[in-house]
T-cell receptor, first 114, second 112 residues
Framework: KAGVTQTPRYLIKTRGQQVTLSCSPISGHRSVSWYQQTPGQGLQFLFEYFSETQRNKGNFPGRFSGRQFSNSRSEMNVSTLELGDSALYLC?????????????FGAGSRLTVL | AQTVTQSQPEMSVQEAETVTLSCTYDTSENNYYLFWYKQPPSRQMILVIRQEAYKQQNATENRFSVNFQKAAKSFSLKISDSQLGDTAMYFCAFMRDNDMRFGAGTRLTVKP
């Protein structure tokens, strides 16, 4: 079965713009989590959605937001982009919201902010 | 807040040898899950091994095994018979309530 699909894979934006990233989870998975990966900060948790509800949120400013649709697909949005937002954004899905589940990651969306 | 520490930024090992990657974590919780994930140069993170904190027995997956010391809050990964394909970044992770925290990672290079 298809894995976690993230689009776009690469994108370049300029400061002040906004960006929307998409994540399609594995079929049947209802929980989607987002992570930011940078060389300096490593992997940082952004937020997690289950059944269209945000259950957990990491320590990121309000410029970072997300949502989940009824088909479990998720989007994250970053407004007023800053140079420091350049990162690999990873999405992961799991069957339920249980902590016992293993996360399956997508290949990521590489965002470069100029 | 939970923190995960990987004290070895980089390691190398000769093909067919054994290597151990270290991980410690800090938590006041009793029930949680620990993971090792691998991120090869192609970037896709994949699960290597998982350990439930309530289980005393160390998890094993083929050439990969862990040494879980709950009281010491230590969770090291041993890779036996290292292969060139094991070259990757390895991340230790702590999860509770679907909030997963990662360590900074260890870059492992397997040399032929």
């Amino acid at each position: 079965k298809a894995g976690v699909t993230q689009t776009p894979r690469y994108l370049i934006k300029t400061r002040g713009q906004q960006v929307t990233l998409s994540c399609s989870p594995i079929s049947g998975h209802r929980s989607v989590s987002w992570y930011q990966q940078t060389p300096g900060q490593g992997l940082q948790f952004l937020f997690e959605y289950f059944s269209e509800t945000q259950r957990n949120k990491g320590n990121f400013p309000g410029r970072f937001s997300g949502r989940q649709f009824s088909n479990s697909r998720s989007e994250m949005n970053v407004s007023t982009l800053e140079l420091g937002d350049s990162a690999l954004y990873l999405c992961a899905s799991s069957p339920t919201a249980s902590g016992a589940n293993v996360l399956t990651f997508g290949a990521g969306s590489r965002l470069t902010v100029l | 807040a939970q923190t995960v520490t990987q004290s070895q930024p980089e390691m190398s090992v000769q093909e067919a040898e054994t290597v151990t990657l270290s991980c410690t974590y800090d938590t006041s919780e009793n029930n949680y899950y620990l993971f090792w994930y691998k991120q090869p140069p192609s970037r896709q993170m994949i699960l290597v091994i998982r350990q439930e904190a309530y289980k005393q027995q160390n998890a094993t997956e083929n050439r990969f095994s862990v040494n879980f010391q709950k009281a010491a809050k230590s969770f090291s990964l041993k890779i036996s018979d290292s292969q060139l394909g094991d070259t990757a970044m390895y991340f230790c992770a702590f999860m509770r309530d679907n909030d997963m925290r990662f360590g900074a990672g260890t870059r492992l290079t397997v040399k032929p």
